[in-house]
C-alpha cells in the first residue's frame, strides 16, 4: 500500500494563478481530510469529506474548493492564489469509526 | 472557537533526559486525544492516544498523562534520544462521525547528544 499520495510536492504560483493539489488513498478510507501548517500555528483544516459526494468546510475554507467524486481522491483547487495561501498542505485520511487520521507527505506552496 | 492551546513552543533536551509538552482544551465534549509526530519534510504520523476514562497510557518510552479536571493533557518522553528530535502535535476530537481534529500549535523538540 502507497497509504496517502500528494502531487505535486513543491510549486511556485503567481497572485492570481489558480491550481490544484491531488490527493489519493489506497486504504479504501471512506473520510479524507485538507490542512494547511503554517509555523507555529500547528494544522488548520480545509475541507473534510465523509464519503463520495460529501464535502464540507473546516476551519479555514476560504479561497479553496473540493470534490470527491471517488472513494481515492480528495483534489483540493485553489481558484485566484493570494500570497496568504503560501503553506503546507497535508492531506489526510481515515475510515470510520477510527480516529487514527493517515498523512501524505505534504505540498509545499509558495505564492509570489 | 474550540481550542487545543500547547507550550512549550520549542524543546532542547540532552539526551536521555526527559522532554515533557502541554496541552490544554476547552471543550469538555472532546473525547479522544492523541499525540502526532512529525519529522521535518514529512507529514504527521500518530504516536500516542488516549481517551478520558484513563488518566495515563504508556507505550514505550512515551507516555501520556490526562488530567479531566484540569483540562490538561501532557505527553512525557522518557530517555530522550537524538531520534526523537521531531515536530510534536496535540490534538483533540469530539464524538460523532465526523473525525475531525483540533491541533495544538505545535512543540519543536531538539534533544542533544
Known amino acids: 500500500n502507497a497509504g496517502v499520495t500528494q502531487t505535486p510536492k513543491f510549486r511556485i504560483l503567481k497572485i492570481g494563478q489558480s491550481m490544484t493539489l491531488q490527493c489519493t488513498q489506497d486504504?479504501?478510507?471512506?473520510?479524507m481530510y485538507w490542512y494547511r501548517q503554517d509555523p507555529g500555528m500547528g494544522l488548520k483544516l480545509i475541507y473534510y469529506s465523509v464519503g463520495a459526494g460529501i464535502t464540507d468546510k473546516g476551519e479555514v475554507p476560504n479561497g479553496y474548493n473540493v470534490s470527491r467524486s471517488t472513494t481515492e481522491d480528495f483534489p483540493l483547487r485553489l481558484e485566484l492564489a493570494a500570497p496568504s495561501q503560501t503553506s503546507v498542505y497535508f492531506c489526510?485520511?481515515?475510515?470510520?469509526?477510527?480516529?487514527?487520521?493517515?498523512f501524505g507527505p505534504g505540498t509545499r506552496l509558495t505564492v509570489t | 472557537q474550540q481550542q487545543v492551546k500547547q507550550s512549550p513552543q520549542s524543546l532542547i533536551v540532552q539526551k536521555g533526559g526527559i522532554s515533557i509538552i502541554n496541552c490544554a482544551y476547552e471543550n469538555t465534549a472532546f473525547d479522544y486525544f492523541p499525540w502526532y509526530q512529525q519529522f521535518p519534510g514529512k507529514g504527521p504520523a500518530l504516536l500516542i492516544a488516549?481517551?478520558?476514562?484513563?488518566s495515563e497510557k504508556k507505550e514505550g518510552r512515551f507516555t501520556i498523562s490526562f488530567n479531566k479536571s484540569a483540562k490538561q493533557f501532557s505527553l512525557h518522553i522518557m530517555d530522550s534520544q537524538p531520534g526523537d528530535s521531531a515536530t510534536y502535535f496535540c490534538a483533540a476530537s469530539s464524538p460523532g462521525n465526523t473525525g475531525k481534529l483540533i491541533f495544538g500549535q505545535g512543540t519543536t523538540l531538539q534533544v542533544k547528544p
Open positions: 488516549i481517551r478520558p476514562d484513563v
Open positions: 486504504m479504501n478510507h471512506n473520510y
Open positions: 489526510a485520511s481515515t475510515l470510520g469509526g477510527s480516529r487514527e487520521q493517515y
